[in-house]
């Protein structure tokens, strides 16, 4: 078995084991609270076991990481870790208006006033989904709280 193979292989077998976690710890709780969370858990299951009988039966390997940019991927993902780490302290809304702009910056994109203004649309349609309409708590700015 070749490498990018054996790397297609670790994300179905990855969500193969998350889902096992998920509908473990789901049926430790009542019936109630655990409904959904065994619902969600069985569908990564199914899902993951799906995709990892696919790659298995795959002739070719999909996906080619000898081009990925690794210094790219190690950026993005300690930006995701000062993001975690700043949300309570921020905000919301702040915080994942830098998120995605910075993100969008990295990807390339060069129109500046684009990339701020589609990152604040986004945050606001999330915001107002979420917050306003589906009444989840959201982290919000240092000063209201």
């Known amino acids: 078995m ?10 179905p077998l990855f969500f193969i084991v998350f889902g096992c976690f998920i509908i473990c710890t789901a049926l430790e709780m009542n019936t109630e609270e655990g409904t959904f969370p065994l619902m969600i ?9 799906f995709q990892f009988v696919k790659d298995i039966q795959a002739k070719k390997s999909r996906s080619n990481f000898i081009s990925c940019n ?23 809304v702040i915080d994942t208006v830098v998120l995605a702009s910075y993100i969008m910056l990295t990807l390339g994109y060069k129109k500046y006033r684009l990339i701020f203004l589609s990152a604040t649309i986004i945050v606001g349609a ?4 979420f917050k306003l309409f589906l009444r989840v708590p959201l982290p919000m700015l240092f000063i209201v709280s």
């Open 2 to 11: 070749d490498k990018n193979k054996m790397i297609n292989l670790l994300m």
């Open 70 to 92: 690794l210094l790219k991927v190690i950026e993005v993902i300690f930006s995701l870790m000062l993001y975690i780490f700043f949300l309570n302290k921020v905000g919301y």
């Open 41 to 49: 858990g069985g569908v990564t299951l199914i899902v993951a076991l």
């Open 126 to 129: 999330a915001f107002t989904i």
